[in-house]
């Protein structure tokens, strides 16, 4: 089990790192499409005198450049949320490895597209739609580990994915700053430069995990023939269904009522709290470019140090956090949310700021991993990779709505304000979820099993 979980980990590192290789010059990128791109340049325009009645100039700013990016996040992050629950059930009927083989060439094409994008927003826009798409493969992990791991390891191996995470974010954006800029270009590049050896070096990346994944056993396969018959056929219409945001939340898949409601509550805790929490995660850097006068340079150490202090935590947790404590580890992430929320909102010197980013960076060490082995405790196995697709595209539903919200709030009323009604929000997400009704019971395997059974089979 060790080993199928080491090379997990070694797969979603490398696939990680090759899409941070960015972030450092998605500026830069940006920037150039804003003035160079004729088509973007005329849409601006036309919004700017017919929609708005702007008089004067309408180039395009600075300002307008990072409203585009977040656009694309946003994009991002929408195909994530409608990728995430059909590959995952597509994994509980095809296989975990094949779904990856596929899911693992959609992200070379991303980065092939990108380097043949040049200075077009089309192309761009569609090279960040695909890559959303393939961050659907760590439902697909999550589900490989609840595949091969027991009630007292499931959350220290899922807390390994949390790890690769945190040392991709650490490491890919340092790496594209210094390896690129040695190599390939210097500082004041242009993005139609930048974007073909970032495209090109990131495909080689996932090449690497093209050809690790051949090595890989197919976990699916590991079950018991008498619980392969017992799978959902009906996995697959599930999911495109649950594509309604609204049945996203109902869980039809799952035929035990209990269970059923448990995770209904549970997927309503995710979406508020991963609302609440990208709404944070996605203002850190605005809050220090305007308070502390943060360039590119010092943000990158602030990749550095939550990226140390998230791995130093989850290390600890695969060492020392055994089962039957998941409910009281959800908590503490929450309430050190609240304290991070409080801290950073009223900071006002740049050790208050870090202090800040210390509970963040272990509230984003604690929850995911926990939480994630919470609900895959609460399920049968014939479902881990429907569920937890569906819970990856409820956190991608999440980052759609909270950075909006978060940065409207941080416009409307600033950000002590946002911050400390970004806290009260989060108290009030730790309550419902310690209300959840039977939080504390999981199924035994036999019960487990018989929630996937249909009514129907059950009466025979």
């Known amino acids: 089990m060790k080993l199928i979980i080491y090379m997990m980990v070694t797969y979603l590192f490398i696939d990680l790192v090759a899409s941070t290789l960015m972030l450092p010059w998605l500026p830069t990128i940006i920037k150039e499409l804003c003035e160079k791109d004729a088509g973007l340049k005329a849409v601006w325009e036309f919004v700017h005198t017919k929609i708005l009645r702007a008089k004067g100039g309408v180039e395009l700013s600075a300002k307008d450049a990072t409203f585009i990016g977040s656009c694309a996040a946003s994009l991002m992050s929408l195909t994530q949320y409608i990728c995430s629950s059909t590959f995952g059930a597509m994994s509980d009927t095809m296989g975990r490895k094949s779904v990856l083989l596929m899911l693992c060439i959609m ?166 709290h991963m609302s609440l929490y990208s709404g944070l995660e996605c203002s850190l850097l605005f809050l220090a470019q305007q308070r502390f006068g943060y360039t590119g340079e010092k ?80 399920i049968g196995s014939q479902q881990q990779g429907q569920v937890m697709g569906i819970f990856r595209s409820i956190n991608g539903l999440a980052r759609c709505v909270g950075p909006s919200l978060v940065g409207t709030l941080m416009w409307r009323v600033g950000t002590t304000t946002t911050f400390t009604l970004g806290a009260g929000a989060t108290i009030l997400v730790a309550v419902v979820f310690k209300s959840i009704p039977n939080l504390e019971v999981f199924p035994t395997n036999a019960q487990a099993k018989a929630s996937t059974v249909s009514p129907e089979k059950k009466s025979s």
């Open 107 to 272: 992200h070379i094409f991303s980065h092939l597209l990108l380097a043949s994008s040049g200075v077009s927003i089309v192309f761009f826009l569609l090279a960040r739609i695909l890559l959303g798409a393939t961050r659907a493969n760590v439902g697909i992990l999550s589900a490989m580990i609840s595949d091969v791991s027991d009630r007292e390891s499931r959350t220290g191996a899922m807390a390994s994915l949390g790890i690769a995470y945190s040392l991709a974010f650490t490491v890919g954006p340092k790496a594209s700053s210094w390896i690129l800029n040695k190599l390939f270009f210097s500082k004041e590049s242009s993005g139609s430069v930048l974007g073909p050896h970032i495209g090109l070096f990131a495909a080689f990346l996932v090449c690497i995990d093209l050809l690790m994944l051949f090595t890989f056993p197919e976990t699916a396969t590991l079950k018991k023939d008498t619980e392969k018959k017992m799978a959902p056929k009906r996995s697959l219409w599930q999911s495109l269904k649950i594509l309604n945001p609204i049945e996203l939340f109902r869980f039809h898949g799952i035929e035990d009522y209990q269970t059923r409601a448990k995770m209904q509550k549970m997927a309503q805790v995710l979406f508020l």
């Open 299 to 378: 943000q990158s150490h602030i990749f550095l140090f939550t990226g140390v202090s998230m791995v130093i935590v989850q290390h600890g947790i695969m060492k020392y956090l055994k089962g039957g404590r998941e409910i009281k580890t959800v908590l503490t992430a929450m309430l050190l949310q609240v304290m991070a929320y409080l801290t950073l909102g009223f900071s006002i010197s740049e050790w208050m700021f870090y202090t800040g980013l210390l509970f963040y960076s272990v509230t984003s060490s604690l929850f995911s991993p926990t939480f994630n082995s919470l609900a895959s405790l609460s």
